[in-house]
């Protein structure tokens, strides 16, 4: 019997995409990466949020500050494999998917799990869409 590894695609009616972004990332273009992609969610009726890092840890720390919270449908990791790295401990043992923006430098977490590096379009859809790496 073959697994259905895929998420389900975002209940738009009760969305909350929750972003951790390192502002520092790929030299602060992340925000304005970050930007583009909330613009093509909202224009879709989602609802986003935005947690920016102050620190190393940090995004570990706000990633576990969320897990619990039954109206977050996406957490997005927004920076580097650094970044994502945090993000995923922090969500350990939570159902929240985590999915990723690439905005770092290497970008080799990204890579690896088959997201487009350059085609935020591409990215954003396969948030909204619930399609699983």
């Not at 925000?31 to 840890?57: C, D, H, S």
């Not at 995923?88 to 997201?115: E, F, K, M, Q």
């Not at 590096?117 to 859809?125: E, G, M, Q, Y």
């Amino acid at each position: 019997m073959e697994t259905d590894h895929s998420s389900p695609p975002i209940n738009k009616s009760s969305i909350v995409i929750s972003c951790i972004i390192n502002p520092a990332a790929r030299d602060g273009k992340s925000l304005k990466i970050w930007e583009t992609a909330k613009n093509k969610f909202e224009n879709k009726g989602l609802k986003t949020e935005l947690y920016v890092t102050e620190k190393v840890g940090h995004a570990s720390e706000i990633a576990y500050s969320l897990k619990d919270r039954s109206d977050i449908q996406v957490v997005v990791a927004c920076g580097g494999d650094g970044t994502i790295h945090e993000v995923a401990s922090g969500l350990r043992g939570s159902n929240i998917p985590l999915a990723i923006i690439p905005a770092g430098t290497g970008n080799d977490v990204a890579r690896v799990h088959g997201y487009s590096l350059d085609d935020l379009d591409k990215i954003t859809d396969i948030i909204i869409n619930g399609v699983d790496r």
